[in-house]
């Protein structure tokens, strides 16, 4: 076992003594390929969520979620524009 760790270290020190120099370091077409990569996968990803938000944002407008559709009236101030007109919660005095 002691000898599997020191064969192990003598291995790892001898490997760390082989740097490359500064100028032998690229990246290369490898690294220029992912990068093209990535701007593309960011463009596709952006033009796709502004498609899906004026997607909702239309349904929204055409009350698909529940709500009224916009250019509707009958909201929670009433047909007529004015919050508590009509007689529906009145007590009957």
């Known amino acids: 076992m002691q000898a599997l760790a020191i064969?192990?270290?003598?291995?790892?020190?001898?490997?760390k003594e082989q740097v490359?120099?500064?100028?032998?370091?690229?990246a290369g077409w490898t690294g220029f390929a992912v990068l093209v990569f990535?701007?593309?996968a960011v463009a596709l990803i952006?033009?796709?969520?502004?498609r899906q938000l004026r997607r909702v944002d239309a349904a929204k407008r055409r009350g698909v979620f529940g709500d009224a559709p916009?250019?509707?009236?009958?909201?929670?101030t009433g047909p007529s524009g004015s919050a508590?007109?009509?007689?529906?919660?009145?007590s009957g005095d």
């Open 38 to 40: 990535l701007i593309i």
């Open 70 to 76: 916009e250019g509707d009236d009958t909201d929670a």
């Open 46 to 50: 952006g033009w796709a969520l502004s």
């Open 20 to 26: 490359p120099d500064d100028e032998d370091v690229v």
């Open 84 to 90: 508590g007109s009509s007689d529906a919660g009145s």
């Open 7 to 15: 064969t192990l270290v003598s291995s790892l020190l001898a490997a």
